[in-house]
């Protein structure tokens, strides 16, 4: 509802429910939050549901998280972006809080890097650091308690991502039924030893280089570091002619 009018958004929605698709939307980030409060007009107009994902939601209020979580909506954070693009800090403590279904986005490649394990370090990080500061200001010295776990980070780039979308019946974890999607890291590495904790290490410490394979429903596509029948040359090519022909219809100085 902040980037088209709200005929063309409520069109967008029902349209978006006739299909039985999951309507996805950027709203509630920067100034447009507390200006718009979007999330109660959709409230009051009867239009949340579980089928609708907020992204970014980074000014939305704590009672419009409430109404939210009551209509069983989720929230996807991509931290990155957010911080980069001055959205203000990734709503993720808050959302978890007041029980939103939380997932991890990463919004724009163009921009930053398109792996989840940067994404979890940055919602994690980004979280205590939130916190630590409120503490700060008070004059208190933040202590062991944790604002927010790793545990809670990972679920949001795995089980709850996949809940977000609505697939946790295909994917999001090792169940039986379920589709075979997981990687493999070789703990090892120098960066993961010593190799403790299994969460706190992938969250906080793993990157994509750690990662020895990738399975995507029970198939191979990387075993041993190196992906499973990929044509890295015409990937790099088709990327070059992409990065030229917009270069080309751009305006000068533009980049």
Known sequence: PEFSSWKTSV????????LDALCSMHIAFGNWGAKDRSIEKLNQAGLLGPDLNMVHANAMSEEEMKMLAAHG?????????????????????????????????????????GDLFAQMKFALQAERAKHNEELLKEGIMP??????????????????GARALRLDHKIGSLSPGKEADFIMVKTDSVNLLPFTDAVGAIVQSTHTGNVDSVYVAGKAVKRNGRLVDADLEKVRQKALEARDHIL???PEGAF
Do not use: C, W
């Open 11 to 18: 069109f967008e929605i029902e349209t978006a429910r006739e």
């Open 143 to 160: 202590g062991p308690e944790l604002s927010i776990s790793a545990e809670q980070i990972l679920k949001a780039a795995t089980i709850d």
């Open 248 to 250: 080309s219809r751009s």
């Open 73 to 113: 909506s989720s929230i996807s954070v991509t931290p990155e972006i957010e911080m980069m693009m001055g959205h203000g800090y990734p709503v993720t403590g808050l959302a978890l809080k007041n029980g939103v279904l939380t997932a991890l986005g990463v919004d724009v490649v163009t921009s930053t890097g």
